[in-house]
């Protein structure tokens, strides 16, 4: 194999988008362990690329798409670490504007 | 009371119904053998006493009112903890849930206690069910009960590790690529993983959607087709799930002098322990002599499973787990936006497998290494598929082993996670398929530990699965051995 195919740079980026903040610590060890995994995972580019039919297990069918009642505001607001006044408390994910 | 931890389910029932025994007393039997044997297990990680006390206790009085008992009357079941229990919590061996309260039961948890089935307790398990030896819970790790120094494997580890110490009779786990076989084969218990689709995932908290199936743990392959059969069968909350009725709950005698076998030949070479290879070939020898046609066959491309999943499996998770943003449920220290809470939520909720996971899952989806990574995978995964398609024409099941050695040390391989993930090379390549796969104790290796073998049928074919596992147990004569 040789070529690394994640750098410190890519690295960093993934974590980005998993929202994910890796220590640098975390970082020591898990930068040559998802290396060792990749090469691994790598081996799949000899497999020739035959027909793409859908995959997966070829089984799996779709409900009418149809409202159906859903949980209570009572039963699913407990369990949220932050709530109010019968809704899901997030913060301000707009810059600027009113307050 | 004649009831005792190593009683198979069919006979608590006969007990109960016979009024030997009453529900409560089962309940109170297996809740003390719990209270003993949990300190230095860590099988079970939520007690759910109260739950399968009022379970018993309305059994016992529908009893007494002359209604007929159902099927797993007055059984002690263990359910593996990303099965949502409501009331109870949910904690999928995460700290990212370890306050967690399900605010539903899942479909199989209903199943199992109108089945009569008494829940005694939440079950430990590798985080999020990533992980092959119980070690990445955030709870601790379960412990093998047959040597306590060594893993009982995993997902489903407080699973396996519960029925094995005879804390309960039965077990739910869950399997993604081997998380029911595997933990099956170090415990010496007989692990179903059924067909794609023949047991709801409704409650079943996300893994990996393609592959995560439901499946039962017992000590006998009678007791693992009661199981199924209480939680199979169609489920209008889960799309997945086949239009058919439940399994039934008696298992036909073996039609052996019709049985084709193929075994797998290349997965009893090099790098398999001697006392698996002996006990597959035994397995096999059995059914040949008993009249099956046994021949070696060869899966061309099962070379690739084990990538194509570490491909699949991370790229699905890191879709499915996304939705831990610390807003509707989850740890969460906050933060001042939506992005940095939600990154706060992640990055301290989740242990390092997760994270590594997460991390592959994104990479192999990210743009410019999709075509190399997860469109490589999806092939491999179609032509491993073929080629049992092709494999099934020609014999009925394929045997092989069902892990390359038998339990391995704790804290071994915590640390090198190509080598855990090995333990999975063979429980794989029927998952991806969506091939129903079960594995069986076969023998033990020197040191005492149990090892076990994996057979594999047609779609929907577990039926053919426990009556071949149950036809080899009875020869094979290993049930009478329990861990000390």
Same mark, same amino acid.
């Given at each position: 194999?040789?070529?690394?195919?994640?750098? &410190?740079?890519? *690295?960093?980026?993934?974590?980005?988008?998993?929202?994910?903040?890796?220590?640098?610590?975390?970082?020591?060890?898990?930068?040559?362990?998802?290396?060792?995994?990749?090469?691994?995972?790598?081996?799949?580019?000899?497999?020739?690329?035959?027909?793409?039919?859908?995959?997966?297990?070829?089984?799996?069918?779709?409900?009418?798409?149809?409202?159906?009642?859903?949980?209570?505001?009572?039963?699913?607001?407990?369990?949220?670490?932050?709530?109010?006044?019968? =809704? *899901?408390?997030?913060?301000?994910?707009?810059?600027?504007?009113?307050? | 009371?004649?009831? !005792?931890?190593?009683?198979?389910?069919?006979?608590?029932?006969?007990?109960?119904?016979?009024?030997?025994?009453?529900?409560?007393? !089962?309940?109170?039997?297996?809740?003390?053998?719990?209270?003993?044997?949990?300190?230095?297990?860590?099988?079970?990680?939520?007690?759910?006493?109260?739950?399968?006390?009022?379970?018993?206790?309305?059994?016992?009085?529908?009893?007494?009112?002359?209604?007929?008992?159902?099927?797993?009357?007055?059984?002690?079941?263990?359910?593996?903890?990303?099965?949502?229990?409501?009331?109870?919590?949910?904690?999928?061996?995460?700290?990212?849930?370890?306050?967690? /309260?399900?605010?539903?039961?899942?479909?199989?948890?209903?199943?199992?206690?109108?089945?009569?089935?008494?829940?005694?307790?939440?079950?430990?398990?590798?985080?999020?069910?990533?992980?092959?030896?119980?070690?990445?819970?955030? =709870?601790?790790?379960?412990?093998?009960?047959?040597?306590?120094?060594?893993?009982?494997?995993?997902?489903?580890?407080?699973?396996?590790?519960?029925?094995?110490?005879?804390?309960? /009779?039965?077990?739910?786990?869950?399997?993604?690529?081997?998380?029911?076989?595997?933990?099956?084969? =170090?415990?010496?218990?007989?692990?179903? +993983? %059924?067909?794609?689709?023949?047991?709801?995932?409704?409650?079943?908290?996300?893994?990996?959607?393609?592959?995560?199936?439901?499946?039962?743990?017992?000590?006998?392959?009678?007791?693992?087709?009661?199981?199924?059969?209480?939680?199979?069968?169609?489920?209008?909350?889960?799309?997945?799930?086949?239009?058919?009725?439940?399994?039934?709950?008696?298992?036909?005698?073996?039609?052996?002098?019709?049985?084709?076998?193929?075994?797998?030949?290349?997965?009893?070479?090099?790098?398999?322990? &001697?006392?698996?290879?002996?006990?597959? $070939?035994?397995?096999?020898?059995?059914?040949?002599?008993?009249?099956?046609?046994?021949?070696?066959? #060869?899966?061309?491309?099962?070379?690739?499973?084990?990538?194509?999943?570490?491909?699949?499996?991370?790229?699905?998770?890191?879709?499915?787990?996304?939705?831990?943003?610390?807003?509707?449920?989850?740890?969460?220290?906050?933060?001042?936006?939506?992005?940095?809470?939600?990154?706060?939520? +992640?990055?301290?909720?989740?242990?390092?497998?997760?994270?590594?996971?997460?991390?592959?899952?994104?990479?192999?989806?990210?743009?410019?290494?999709?075509?190399?990574?997860?469109?490589?995978?999806? =092939?491999?995964?179609?032509?491993?598929?073929?080629?049992?398609?092709?494999?099934?024409? @020609?014999?009925?099941?394929?045997?092989?082993?069902?892990?390359?050695?038998?339990?391995?040390?704790?804290?071994?391989?915590?640390?090198?996670?190509?080598?855990?993930?090995?333990?999975?090379?063979?429980?794989? &390549? %029927?998952?991806?398929?969506?091939?129903? !796969?079960?594995? *069986?104790?076969?023998?033990?290796?020197?040191?005492?530990? %149990?090892?076990?073998?994996?057979?594999?049928?047609?779609?929907?074919?577990?039926?053919?699965?426990?009556?071949?596992?149950?036809?080899? @147990?009875?020869? $094979?004569?290993?049930?009478? +051995?329990?861990? #000390?």
């Amino acid at each position: 194999m040789g070529e690394k195919v994640l750098c &410190p740079e890519r *690295f960093e980026t993934l974590s980005k988008l998993a929202k994910l903040t890796i220590s640098k610590k975390e970082r020591e060890r898990l930068l040559p362990q998802l290396e060792a995994i990749l090469e691994y995972v790598s081996s799949l580019k000899a497999i020739e690329a035959e027909a793409a039919e859908e995959s997966g297990a070829g089984i799996s069918a779709l409900r009418e798409d149809a409202a159906q009642p859903g949980l209570d505001k009572d039963v699913v607001l407990p369990a949220s670490p932050h709530s109010a006044s019968g =809704f *899901f408390r997030v913060p301000k994910f707009v810059k600027g504007g009113h307050q | 009371m004649s009831i !005792s931890e190593w009683s198979t389910a069919s006979a608590i029932r006969g007990t109960v119904a016979k009024g030997e025994a009453s529900c409560v007393e !089962s309940a109170r039997f297996f809740l003390d053998r719990v209270s003993k044997l949990n300190p230095s297990l860590n099988a079970i990680l939520t007690i759910t006493e109260e739950r399968a006390m009022a379970t018993a206790t309305t059994l016992d009085k529908s009893k007494a009112k002359g209604k007929a008992l159902p099927p797993l009357a007055g059984v002690p079941v263990v359910v593996k903890d990303n099965l949502c229990t409501k009331g109870q919590k949910t904690t999928c061996g995460s700290r990212m849930l370890a306050d967690w /309260t399900a605010p539903y039961d899942a479909t199989v948890v209903e199943r199992l206690e109108a089945a009569g089935a008494l829940m005694v307790g939440k079950a430990n398990m590798d985080e999020f069910a990533m992980g092959s030896s119980g070690e990445t819970s955030a =709870f601790g790790p379960a412990l093998n009960p047959w040597n306590r120094k060594m893993v009982p494997g995993g997902s489903s580890s407080g699973s396996a590790s519960a029925v094995s110490a005879g804390m309960a /009779t039965l077990a739910l786990g869950s399997d993604t690529g081997g998380s029911v076989k595997q933990p099956a084969a =170090f415990c010496g218990l007989v692990g179903l +993983r %059924p067909t794609y689709g023949r047991v709801s995932r409704y409650g079943l908290v996300a893994f990996a959607s393609s592959l995560d199936q439901v499946g039962p743990l017992a000590r006998n392959a009678d007791d693992c087709a009661l199981l199924f059969s209480a939680i199979s069968g169609e489920d209008p909350r889960d799309s997945t799930c086949l239009k058919l009725p439940p399994e039934s709950q008696r298992l036909e005698p073996l039609d052996v002098k019709k049985l084709r076998v193929g075994l797998l030949a290349e997965q009893i070479g090099k790098g398999v322990a &001697p006392a698996v290879r002996e006990g597959v $070939l035994k397995a096999a020898a059995i059914l040949e002599n008993g009249g099956a046609m046994v021949s070696e066959v #060869s899966l061309p491309h099962a070379s690739y499973a084990l990538a194509a999943y570490y491909v699949i499996a991370p790229a699905e998770c890191s879709a499915n787990l996304a939705r831990y943003d610390g807003v509707r449920y989850g740890f969460s220290p906050g933060g001042p936006d939506s992005g940095e809470r939600a990154e706060a939520s +992640r990055s301290a909720g989740f242990g390092e497998e997760v994270k590594r996971r997460i991390l592959a899952g994104t990479f192999v989806l990210s743009a410019g290494y999709r075509d190399a990574f997860y469109n490589k995978a999806l =092939f491999a995964r179609q032509a491993i598929t073929r080629d049992f398609e092709n494999a099934f024409k @020609e014999v009925d099941i394929l045997l092989g082993p069902a892990t390359p050695g038998p339990a391995f040390p704790i804290g071994e391989r915590s640390g090198d996670p190509m080598r855990m993930y090995l333990c999975d090379v063979f429980t794989i &390549p %029927p998952n991806l398929g969506g091939f129903p !796969s079960l594995s *069986f104790p076969c023998g033990f290796a020197s040191d005492g530990l %149990p090892v076990g073998a994996q057979i594999s049928g047609r779609r929907l074919g577990e039926p053919l699965l426990l009556q071949t596992a149950k036809f080899i @147990e009875e020869r $094979l004569c290993l049930l009478e +051995r329990h861990p #000390s």
